[in-house]
């Protein structure tokens, strides 16, 4: 009976190393994604220019609206 409890156990302990092994390759076989790059600050011109076009479709939203009053 004891040789059989010492079988499980080696057997236990065995499954185990192999399963942390098989993770351990796993991570250090992940491709890495290369980084982002560095979001681009928008300039004067582009921040006019966008404020531009809000403003406008803030016109036309105003003037699409202004029947329901």
């Not at 092994?21 to 980084?35: D, F, G, I, K, M």
């Amino acid at each position: 009976m004891r040789a059989k409890k010492m079988a499980a156990a080696m057997t236990a302990v065995q499954y185990y190393l192999e399963q942390e092994a098989a993770e351990s390759a796993a991570v250090n076989n992940r491709v890495t994604l290369p980084a982002a790059p560095a979001p681009v600050e928008m300039g004067q011109w582009a921040q006019s220019g966008l404020i531009d076009m809000m403003a406008g479709r803030r016109m036309v939203q105003l003037r699409a609206f202004s029947n329901l009053r």
